[in-house]
């Protein structure tokens, strides 16, 4: 793919698909993710990490043995097993090599096992036939975009009062509501494409 | 000695000391833009401001008496509200859209976030961007001059001058037809000149800064200068994208609401600056020609940040000191974290048991946790490719009957149709059509266009005139209702029997469908790539590959 069409997959994945936002695959992220800008930042690191090695493989065996042997119906099993193996893999090594990165961010790499962003950028990069470069950089630029969106939404609850609304929406529906006044937001990046 | 002395302490010029005048203030500058709007469109645009005003006094008291609040109509802030989203509607709006919008922006952005002062998104922006959302209320954009009766909505809807921007196009009107206000547009942002007057008053009686509109509009300009299209004169190009679409009214009324643009001088030179590159970057690049309100939008979700970045720094403190202590706490922290070799021999024989069976009790553990996922694994793979061996003849069986209804509409002409190993960059697949009798009739191509909201996938079957037999759309983001309509079997009959390049008007053309020009100007595309692809499939050099063994 033409750098132009790099980029076009780059920009889609950060603003016009932003995972969280756009492509409402936000589910499956820690609570406190939503109420802390530092955790949400945490997490936000270790979800990159995970969705591009995700991507990865899941390229990779796409490539190597769904599409050779034409067993693509295995792929969506194989993908389930992938992402938590993967996190598992990963929280193993760190807590071997690393211990004082696992002690700071091993609660959070636990929950990305169960991240539908990661599942989810694994999956649509299989299903949209991208190349390996293209694939690398939508899930990188992805998780970049879910980081930055979890993060503001963190920042923007300690900065807004939420008690000031009618008793029967306080608590979670007026976040929902703030949630979708950001997504509104994002509605006139659908469809920008560069060239 | 008796000369009556001023009371009045310098600055000798009032500044509003109340919201109430500061709200006033601003209505006062928007008047001169509400009056040209009456000039050109009729006195239909008093009673949609009327109606839009009313809405929005309406919904703040009925929510502040329901929940038991304060009183606030008094600090106008409704009013303004009200008048702003009426000078963001066209011409032609019906009259519940404005209550729609008014609704939407005082009681769900304002009021439950506490009212005036705590929300973070500009309420009459927010109203007007929902309004958008639906693309059929807000597209009809009249003539000015054309003065629209009371009742029936009955204008001719003219192209804007940013329709044409949008196609890389300079308007037909001259620049000062654009300054003046002779353009379609929204009500209050056709007149350039009433909107800076209006600016500049609000400038003078220090309601607003001048630091948010000139650094949007100045990264406004460098961008479309740096943009701009072959054929057209730089000036030109970046005074006409200055003076169409909203970019004045909402660089000088949206974004410089004190409540969702940030407090520091040096934040709302940032908040200038990305609104200014987000507006242009949609302009350019997105299916929407306008980008204003979402680049605000868009940049109001992230005032906190530039707020924090902007903040002046002590006296005494270098310029980037408060970076620097950033970074080196940063480095300190990540300092402490270390490599530590992991610890990789494995004992195999341990003494005093039998060879091979410490090695057992080691696995044992790790065993019995794997064993239950092992025998979900294979259930699971065994269900999995018993239900394939069942269904794959069914699904085959679909497949094979799918492909042959696309290529009945794609080529009627043709029997049956196998891929062909040709490979050309901009098409997903060439496949080959045969008739009855086994003769070559044509080459079925399948190409991606960009619409409105994503790509459009479609099959084009070209024979070997070199003229289209058929069009079939298989996939699309478009919405339905709208972009669907340039879809539609009769609508894509009209490409059946052109050939060479298809243009949207003129000889050898196909009208886009009114309503949905993004979706049809991509099937246009699409249809156009195909022919271009069969045309070269015959010649050496062309961008058609043939690629040997598997296909």
């Known amino acids: 793919m033409g750098i132009l069409d790099l980029a076009g997959v780059a920009l889609a994945a950060l603003l016009s698909e932003n995972f969280v936002l756009v492509n409402c695959m936000g589910i499956g992220t820690r609570v406190r993710s939503f109420r802390d800008p530092m955790d949400a930042l945490r997490t936000g690191y270790c979800l990159t990490v995970v969705m591009v090695l995700g991507a990865l493989f899941s390229w990779l065996a796409d490539y190597l043995v769904f599409t050779r042997f034409g067993l693509q119906y295995y792929r969506l099993l194989f993908l389930a097993l992938l992402i938590p193996g993967l996190v598992a893999g990963l929280r193993k090594f760190i807590r071997v090599c690393l211990p004082e990165l696992s002690r700071r961010m091993d609660e959070n790499l636990a929950s990305i096992s169960t991240n539908c962003a990661a599942l989810g950028s694994a999956l649509l990069v299989v299903q949209r036939g991208y190349s390996l470069p293209a694939a690398l950089l939508f899930s990188f630029l992805g998780g970049v975009g879910a980081t930055v969106a979890t993060a503001s939404f963190a920042s923007l609850r300690e900065e807004v009062s939420f008690d000031s609304c009618p008793r029967c929406f306080r608590g979670l529906p007026i976040l929902f509501i703030t949630g979708g006044l950001m997504a509104l937001g994002l509605v006139g990046f659908y469809g920008l494409h560069l060239g | ?551």
């Open chain 2, 1 to 551: 000695m008796n000369s009556t002395r001023s009371l009045r302490l310098p600055p000798q010029m009032g500044q509003p000391t109340t919201t109430a005048a500061m709200m006033a203030d601003v209505m006062v500058a928007l008047l001169p833009s509400l009056a040209m709007a009456v000039f050109f469109f009729g006195f239909r645009v008093l009673i949609l401001t009327a109606v839009s005003i009313g809405s929005c006094l309406l919904f703040e008291y009925l929510y502040r008496r329901l929940t038991g609040q304060p009183d606030t109509l008094r600090d106008l802030s409704a009013c303004v509200t009200g008048l702003l989203l009426a000078l963001s509607l066209p011409a032609t709006a019906a009259y519940l859209i404005p209550v729609l919008g008014a609704a939407f922006a005082i009681v769900v952005v304002k009021q439950f976030y506490g009212g005036l002062g705590k929300n973070f998104m500009n309420p009459a922006l927010a109203g007007r961007m929902l309004l958008a959302t639906f693309p059929v209320l807000m597209t009809n954009w009249s003539k000015p001059l054309d003065r629209l009766s009371l009742w029936e909505v009955d204008a001719v809807s003219a192209a804007t001058p940013l329709s044409y921007l949008h196609t890389g196009s300079l308007p037909p009107q001259g620049l000062d037809q654009l300054f003046l206000g002779l353009q379609g547009g929204c009500l209050g942002e056709v007149s350039s000149l009433m909107l800076l007057l209006g600016g500049l008053y609000l400038v003078m009686r220090r309601v607003i800064s001048i630091r948010i509109p000139a650094s949007y509009l100045g990264t406004a300009a460098l961008l479309a200068l740096a943009f701009v299209p072959e054929g057209v004169s730089a000036g030109s190009w970046v005074a006409a994208q200055l003076l169409s679409g909203s970019l004045i009214f909402g660089a000088f009324f949206f974004a410089t609401d004190p409540t969702t643009s940030p407090v520091t001088p040096r934040g709302q030179i940032m908040f200038g600056v990305g609104c200014g590159a987000l507006t242009m970057l949609l302009r350019f690049f997105s299916s929407y020609p306008e980008g204003v309100g979402w680049a605000i939008l868009t940049m109001n979700c992230c005032v906190w940040l530039l707020d924090r970045a902007g903040l002046p720094r002590r006296f005494g403190a270098g310029r980037f000191s408060v970076l620097r202590e950033y970074l080196s706490r940063a480095r300190l922290s990540l300092a402490e974290i270390h490599f530590i070799k992991p610890d990789l021999h494995f004992s195999l024989i341990k003494e005093g048991k039998m060879p091979g069976e410490a090695h057992l009790d080691q696995i044992r553990t790790q065993a019995k946790a794997l064993l239950h996922l092992g025998a979900v694994l294979l259930a699971t793979v065994l269900v999995i490719f018993g239900v394939h061996r069942f269904t794959d003849l069914d699904t085959a069986r679909a497949e094979a009957k799918q492909q042959q209804q696309l290529l009945a509409q794609v080529m009627p002409q043709a029997a049956f149709s196998s891929e062909t190993p040709y490979r050309a960059s901009g098409a997903l697949s060439i496949q080959a059509g045969y008739s009855a009798d086994n003769e070559l009739v044509g080459y079925c191509i399948e190409v991606q266009a960009q619409g409105f909201s994503g790509a459009v996938t479609m099959e084009v079957g070209v024979d070997l005139d070199g003229k289209v037999t058929g069009v079939a759309v298989t996939d699309h983001k478009e919405t339905s209702g709208v972009g669907t309509e340039a879809m539609t079997p009769a609508a894509l009959h009209r490409y059946v029997g052109k050939s060479g390049t298809i243009r949207s008007s003129g000889s050898n053309s196909v009208d886009a469908v009114s309503g949905a020009t993004a979706t049809s100007q991509a099937i246009t595309a699409g249809v156009n790539r195909a022919l271009a692809i069969v045309a070269t499939l015959d010649q050496e050099g062309g961008d058609v590959d043939y690629v040997d063994g598997e296909v």
